[in-house]
């Protein structure tokens, strides 16, 4: 079912979906940049019988915004979100939430929204799953627009000089100075003004999502040491995000509960049968 909170004027919509049987497990999960919240409930079947998914439309996506009395690009800091997360949950679960396991769950840009959540709350949380995750790298485009004012405002000028952009886009393909997978990338970020406002309103709300590596050792450590796990899943063939985007962070916590583990796939991993990788890969005790 369909299901909303608002606190302070910041309004998020999501999904969710109990099981039938008796609740043993909560995953809160967030979506990739631009996904349906829906796609999210893909990887229930990774999770035991019992488990219940709370799928939340990150700001300014699936009609989750900020204050609207505000400015359009409010910045949410995480300890907001994570506040939010426990009365929702509590609304959703009742007083019982106390005895239930919950987890995080975060494809791409999800996966930083995920890893913000665990590093500003990490007793809170039982488990964390991250597939194709951003967060462990700010590519220099983000760091210009997000980060600087001439970026801001360089934003601002391709935004009304579109058209021009996306030719010199298609130009440095064909001279083979961008990548094929770059430029679809390139493409369908500026393909309109509405596409270039929400990346524009996304990366600036969501900055404060980014985890450090200080924040993951502390908080990966100690949900293994308690008997949580960690799960970092990339595909061999994502030109996305690869997984070389996240040297150094497979070598922040030396303890089996914290996996960095790679299956057969590109960026896109809800369909079946990639779900069924996942499956095997991250639980293959269970084959």
């Avoid at 505000?70 to 019982?96: F, R, S």
């Avoid at 983000?142 to 579109?162: C, K, L, N, Q």
């Avoid at 899943?233 to 150094?248: K, L, T």
């Amino acid at each position: 079912m369909k299901t909303s909170w608002t606190d302070q004027g910041w309004h998020w919509n999501a999904v969710w979906q109990a099981p039938q049987h008796p609740l043993t497990r909560v995953v809160v999960a967030f979506h990739g940049f631009g996904r349906p919240c829906e796609e999210m409930l893909a990887y229930l079947p990774l999770y035991e019988v019992g488990t219940a998914m709370l799928s939340v439309g990150v700001a300014h996506q699936n009609g989750s915004h900020p204050p609207l009395d505000g400015p359009t690009q409010a910045v949410l800091k995480p300890e907001h979100m994570a506040t939010t997360l426990d009365a929702w949950l509590e609304d959703l679960v009742g007083t019982n939430l106390q005895n239930i396991c919950l987890e995080l769950l975060g494809y791409s840009l999800g996966g930083r929204i995920a890893m913000a959540l665990l590093e500003c709350q990490p007793e809170r949380w039982n488990g964390l799953t991250l597939l194709a995750p951003d967060g462990f790298k700010k590519n220099t485009l983000y760091r210009f627009v997000v980060e600087t004012a001439a970026g801001r405002a360089s934003w601002i000028w391709m935004d009304r000089h579109a058209s021009g952009i996306r030719a010199l886009i298609r130009s440095l393909r064909r001279a083979r100075i961008l990548p094929a997978h770059l430029e679809h990338f390139a493409l369908h970020h500026t393909e309109d003004h509405e596409m270039r406002t929400l990346v524009s309103n996304t990366w600036m709300t969501n900055r404060m999502f980014w985890p450090t590596k200080a924040g993951m050792h502390r908080s990966w450590t100690q949900m293994a040491q308690l008997g949580g796990h960690v799960h970092v899943v990339f595909g061999d063939r994502d030109a996305i995000i690869p997984r070389s985007w996240a040297r150094g962070w497979d070598q922040l916590v030396d303890h089996p509960q914290v996996r960095f583990l790679t299956i057969p796939a590109g960026h896109v991993m809800h369909h079946i049968s990639i779900v069924q990788s996942l499956k095997r890969t991250i639980f293959p005790s269970d084959d």
